[in-house]
């Protein structure tokens, strides 16, 4: 499980520091929709990998959060509306 330090270092992380090798493409993110929000965050988390940074095709994507009542679901749901 990543520790909020972790979680901290992950967010601040540049595009210089990252390997993209290791980060996952978009289109190979299974997400299992039977879960809670709470059991998804868990199962992120748990994996290991930084949450911060996707890929599309050759194209590394940093993900920012703002403090705000948009939900997660609701932020990936117009990144795909954004990709067709």
Known sequence: M???EGLLRMRNMTFD?????E?????DLEIDVTKSKREK?????????NPYFVKSGNILIKIGFA???RTIEEALESL?????
């Open 23 to 27: 980060v996952p493409d978009i289109d």
């Open 80 to 84: 795909v509306q954004m990709k067709w």
């Open 41 to 49: 965050i868990l199962e992120v988390l748990e994996s290991g990998r």
């Open 2 to 4: 990543i520790t909020r």
């Open 67 to 69: 403090s705000t009542n």
């Open 17 to 21: 520091e990252i390997n993209p090798d």
